[in-house]
């Protein structure tokens, strides 16, 4: 049964980062590299760290010390993914636009910087679901 502990949240990480690939698709901006990336609808972080609470949960009961212990990281987990990156986020798209209003031959001595870090609540909340959803399934 233990083995559930560490399938669960994978499996829920995975069909999250598939359902990304697929409304990326949808949305005609499917990249291979879009595979490995941070932010987006639904939340893998955020359906992992669901999934993984759930689990211990149902296995090790809802008031007791592991329980706990998952929830808080669940908790600081998505905190990070909504809150932080997403400010992180929002931090690369002004440097970004500042970056372009430079002359060219200053503007190609940096990089572009990833824009899409974070989650917003809603994209945390579809993880949160989809991960509550994927532990109690299987």
Avoid at 46 to 53: I, T, Y
Avoid at 59 to 71: E, H, V, Y
Avoid at 109 to 129: D, F, N, S
């Amino acid at each position: 049964m233990t083995y559930k502990l560490i399938l669960v949240p994978i499996l829920a990480l995975v069909i999250a980062q598939l359902i990304k690939i697929i409304i990326d698709s949808v949305r005609g901006q499917f990249s291979w590299s879009s595979i490995n990336k941070y932010g987006g609808m639904p939340s893998s972080h955020s359906a992992a760290v669901s999934a993984l609470a759930t689990e211990i949960g149902m296995l090790s009961g809802w008031f007791s010390p592991a329980f706990a212990i998952a929830l808080l990281f669940a908790f600081i987990t998505i905190r990070d993914a909504v809150g932080l990156r997403q400010y992180l986020g929002n931090h690369g798209k002004v440097l970004n636009m500042l970056i372009k209003d430079l002359p060219d031959y200053k503007e190609d001595k940096y990089p572009y910087l990833e824009e899409r870090l974070g989650h917003t609540p809603l994209q945390a909340l579809a993880g949160i679901v989809l991960g509550i959803l994927i532990a109690i399934i299987i």
